[in-house]
């Protein structure tokens, strides 16, 4: 028997999982007409035909059902060897790494990065947090995390999810108010928002235009000093929900406010 290819069997547990040359093809990046050629390589290596192939699909035969399970068992410990790999990399790096952002998105790594430092233990982070974006051209840091898309041409940029935002309270405000609150009677209800230099901040200017809403009563100059305030019964305040929903004593008012979604 010739020496056989992995890439070859990889191809035909590929075969196996979609059900036609075609799906196996497209995953792939190759044509159909290429795949079948080298199944045809890999039945002649073996010499056995592994799988039937009609207009529908293809279907392995009892041999190349055994073929194909062994070929998967090949797949998880390739997987396995370069998860090793990673982990040894992991080990090996070492320095530090600056992030910039703003508040909410800090509030996010800041409680989320312990497992960072367990798998990359020899790696530094320092967090900056900044409504003023620091400059990467000049490694004021290595790392931003805006919820824009930067315009400079020599930067590379990934879309990392939405960071979405609802209205809060704690559950002390909820009962106390909990009539305004089902009529959504605004003008009846205390406010927690940004301080006057902020207040064109979207979250905010979304809060303002409540219809009948006061202006929030407690001013903050930073996100974290109203979550702060809504969360010792303050009143209501906008809030990123990932943030919120940490909170067991938080309600949402509005669980989910659309307009203020962000693109991260």
Known sequence: MKQLDWNDLR????VAQEGTLRGAARKVGV???TLARRLDDLEQAVGQKLVERYQGGC???AFGADIVALAGQMGEIALEVERTRDRQDAHAASGLVRI???E???YFLTTRFARFHDAYPNVEVEIVTSHRPYSLARREADIAIRPYRPEQLDLVTRRLGTLSFGLYCSRDVAVRH???LAS???ASLPFVGFDEPRAEFQSDRWLRALPGAPAPWMRCSYGLGILDGVSHGAGLGVLATFLATDQLDLVAALPHI???DQEI
Do not use: K, Q, V
Request: hydrophobic share 55%; no cysteine; charged share 15%.
């Open 104 to 106: 909410w998105l800090s």
């Open 100 to 102: 910039n952002t703003d």
């Open 11 to 14: 191809m035909l547990l590929l």
């Open 59 to 61: 279907i392995p035969t």
């Open 184 to 186: 959504e009677d605004w």
């Open 258 to 260: 659309p307009e203020l």
């Open 178 to 180: 909990a009539a305004a």
């Open 31 to 33: 044509s159909a007409a």
